[in-house]
């Protein structure tokens, strides 16, 4: 989906959406999560996976190309190409690997670099089935930091194994490529 980020059928917008991270923080499970509402455990991912999936934003239908993109370090040089030409973004982080939200900047700025430097983009604390309420207090303060430094468009913690928090985070960012869409 390069070129032109929106094409506009009736009420059907079709839109690219990259899912980027460090490798093993759950990128591609939460999609199988979303996609099925079952949890699949997925391997690493070599090179590039696609989801497409429809969601209802008021009057309009989404047809949204996920890109799943590998997060280990040999495959990073080919991200910029990938992400072009996004109109949404999902951050992804392990929460019970804290170390991987500080990863998460330079993929930001490929993200930014390469795409309206408005995309939203909305920061995905995944795995919270395996730490603590405590925990969870202490990761969802630093969301809040990260968000604020890195002006981005939100932050949720979620769990593919459990499905808690799964829908929200897509919906919030379906509703944002909309808005950015009137915007232009």
Not at 26 to 53: C, D, H, Q, W
Not at 116 to 143: C, F, M, S
Request: hydrophobic share 40%.
């Amino acid at each position: 989906m390069t070129g032109s980020k929106f094409f506009v059928t009736s009420n059907v917008i079709t839109v690219k959406v990259v899912v980027a991270g460090p490798g093993g923080v759950g990128k591609t499970t939460l999609l199988k999560r979303y996609e099925t509402n079952s949890y699949i455990p997925a391997v690493s991912t070599i090179g590039i996976n696609f989801l497409v999936m429809d969601q209802e934003v008021g009057d309009k239908i989404l047809r949204i190309a996920y890109w799943d993109y590998a997060g280990e370090d040999r495959f990073r040089s080919l991200f910029p190409g990938y992400c072009t030409g996004s109109t949404g973004a999902i951050m992804a982080f392990d929460v019970s690997r804290i170390q991987t939200l500080a990863e998460l900047p330079d993929w930001l700025s490929m993200i930014k670099k390469n795409n309206d430097p408005n995309i939203p983009v909305i920061l995905l604390g995944n795995k919270i089935d395996t730490i603590t309420e405590e925990e969870r207090e202490v990761v969802a303060q630093a969301a809040k930091r990260f968000v604020k430094e890195y002006k981005l468009s939100g932050y949720y913690l979620c769990s593919s194994k459990s499905g808690e928090g799964i829908d929200a985070p897509f919906s919030h960012l379906g509703i944002l490529i909309i808005e950015n869409k009137k915007g232009k």
